[in-house]
């Protein structure tokens, strides 16, 4: 009930306008990012810890295994792209967006793997392998004593919190965006009167979001969401192909790095890590893949309305 409770919260405050959402987001990501890093230092420097665990193995690993371990990786890193959802919203875009995208991921990149270390350098990696519930109150536990712990379970918490801030923020405005063009149902196009929000979108994601929580355990949303972010990511880069070939002369105020080999390899890996994770785990990732293929009808059908309409 707190997750659902926390849905409905922040679908509230981002109904009520873009600034209080911005604030929220400003307050949360602050607060997550001061947080992590002060514990980051504190624990490379306590003492509590042994380098030696890092380099410590916990025996073979497959690579179906290892592939099916790369969904929740990539959960983690699913906001890479979301300041593109609200590109239309930003100064300058051409501009900004591109940073937006490189320092956010570089930042989360920084983190997340020093985040890693800190956790094998305080816990050997057997033991860390064998963990249940959340594996930083357990490292706060050994670093700090079992009150401490508690505290940073607050903050995953707010982690956590600010996770549903930021796709309460930036999902809504991909199906407002699809039913304005009219390629999803209109009334998620409904724009609040008053605060002038995607309202509509919003109420949906919130009660599709709370369906889920409601519904399935921590692992297979995890694997389920980070099934579907993994399977688009890497068709939104495929599609850089398609766009470079249907419309060679078209405005580009950013070019990818190292094309075309750099988007290349993310697309082959994103199609090895599906690929596996259908295979691996086929009931959560085929439910997550039954529903995506049960909009390919709609978009058809969606599409062929539009052309009815412009005809």
């Not at 796709?167 to 998620?188: H, I, N």
């Not at 990732?285 to 969606?302: E, H, S, W």
């Amino acid at each position: 009930m707190g997750a659902s409770g926390l849905i409905v919260l922040f679908a509230l405050i981002h109904i009520v306008g873009v600034g209080p959402g911005r604030v929220a987001s400003n307050v949360l990501t602050t607060l997550k990012i001061v947080a992590f890093v002060v514990f980051i230092i504190f624990g490379l420097t306590a003492g509590t810890g042994s380098p030696s665990n890092i380099t410590q193995s916990v025996g073979p690993v497959t690579l179906t295994g290892w592939m099916f371990a790369m969904i929740p990786v990539m959960f983690t890193y699913s906001g890479w792209n979301a300041a593109s959802y609200m590109a239309e919203e930003i100064r300058d875009p051409g501009r900004n967006v591109p940073r937006a995208l490189i320092f956010g991921t570089a930042a989360v990149i920084v983190i997340y793997l020093l985040i890693n270390v800190l956790y094998l350098y305080v816990v050997p990696i057997g033991e860390l392998a064998a963990t249940q519930g959340s594996v930083l109150d357990v490292v706060a536990d050994r670093l700090l004593g079992q009150r401490a712990g508690n505290v940073m379970a607050v903050v995953a918490l707010v982690s956590l919190a600010a996770g549903i801030n930021a796709w309460t923020f930036a999902g809504p405005r991909v199906y407002f965006a699809m039913a304005r063009d009219g390629l999803f149902f209109k009334s998620a196009a409904r724009v609040h009167p008053k605060y002038k929000t995607p309202a509509a979108s919003i109420i949906a994601q919130a009660a599709f979001s709370i369906l889920l929580v409601l519904t399935g355990s921590l692992d297979s949303i995890a694997n389920y969401v980070g099934f579907a972010i993994t399977l688009f990511a890497g068709t939104a880069v495929a599609a850089v192909f398609v766009l470079r070939a249907r419309e060679p002369h078209a405005p580009r105020p950013y070019r990818a790095w190292g094309y075309p080999v750099t988007p290349a390899i993310f697309v082959l890996v994103s199609a090895a890590i599906v690929l596996n994770a259908l295979y691996t785990d086929p009931r959560v990732t085929g439910t997550g893949a039954a529903i995506i293929l049960a909009g390919v009808p709609l978009y058809y059908y969606f599409k062929g309305t539009l052309k009815q309409v412009g005809s």
